[in-house]
């Protein structure tokens, strides 16, 4: 019951959706970067939306299933073969024991994701079997993966077998047709014949150290990604943003699509990798809904901010989960409860 790692490509890691609640002793969250990609890899196989999954950036890798299994891709689309065939991103797979899949370059967005029906079995760190690469911590014995490594999947290869029967006979075995349910919502605003990723953003804890103009300079300028953005920020380059009396504070906490300002008054995104403190004012926090769309940015390009409400974040979140919850109700709507496997319920 198992996937071999035969290239794993650039960066490969397994994620789930982060280590809450151990931000007071230290721990980052971590988690997919782009958690929308990777809730909906995992309800396209049937699994609970929170099960560790595969994140690839750039190119993915090339796997052996050793077993039969059910899998989906979803995220950054990339040209992707199963034992040499085309196979569609946003939709769930079959693989039969022995097969190849491999994926290719992503020609948009950063990271892709790979769900396997049941979920990669990786050891439970602190309630969540997510990466930290920093802290060599949880995922595949806290590292990215590398030629030759050997996952533990939850499902023997005659489950997924009956579970892909399962699957057809529900005619929930086509790519998804709805591109918000592809992705999620997405914003974006026109700026000199340009399309830019709009991102939404409530004011954060010290948007009062900033003057009206940087305030404002926040809320109209863009930004473009420098190189020097990864898991744990995305450090923007463009005008630069006004203080009062200068961006530093004393540390205080961060969390993930905070928006800290440096002293050069350039923005900084807090991703997934975050760290728990920060001690540069916080001039707003990126809504939840808007993460994902920041996750799949590449260097070079550019982004805008936009403010927002508390009430419209929470709006959003819910569109989003209205999305995945048709995406769940595909399966969910059509089948009956089959089994137990390791004390969880499986349709």
Known sequence: MSICILDPGPLTIVQDLGRSGSAADGYRSCGAADSYSARLANLL????????????????????????????????????????????????????????????????????????????????????????????????????????????????????????????????????????????????????????????AVPGPQWEAFTPAGQQTFTHGSYQLTADCNRMACKLQGPVIETVHGSDILSDGIVEGSVQVSSSGQPIVMLADHQ?????????????????????????????????????????????AACLKQVADRLAARTTPKFIHAGRLFL
């Open 276 to 320: 728990t403190t920060g001690g540069y004012a916080k001039i707003a926090t990126v809504i939840s809904a808007d993460l994902p769309a920041l996750a799949q940015l590449r260097p070079g390009q550019q982004v805008a901010f936009t403010l927002t409400d508390p009430a419209r974040a929470v709006a959003a979140a819910r569109t989003q």
């Open 45 to 200: 196989v049937g699994n609970a939306a929170g099960d560790a999954v595969l994140e690839t950036t750039l190119r993915g890798p090339e796997l052996r299933f050793e077993i039969a299994t059910v899998f989906a891709l979803t995220g950054a689309e990339t040209p992707a073969q199963l034992d040499g065939q085309p196979v569609p991103f946003f939709a769930p797979l079959f693989a039969p024991a022995g097969s190849v899949l491999k994926i290719g370059m992503a020609k948009e967005g950063l990271r892709s994701y790979l769900a396997v029906w049941g979920g990669i079995l990786v050891p439970v760190v602190r309630r969540s079997r997510s990466t930290d690469l920093a802290c060599h911590l949880g995922g595949f014995q806290g590292r990215r993966l590398c030629k030759g490594d050997v996952l533990p999947v939850a499902m023997p290869g005659d489950s997924a077998t009956a579970w892909w029967k399962t699957i057809h006979r529900c005619k929930a075995d086509h790519p998804l047709g709805d591109a918000a349910a592809c992705t999620g919502a997405r914003l974006w605003r026109w700026e000199q014949n340009r399309r830019l990723p709009l991102l939404r």
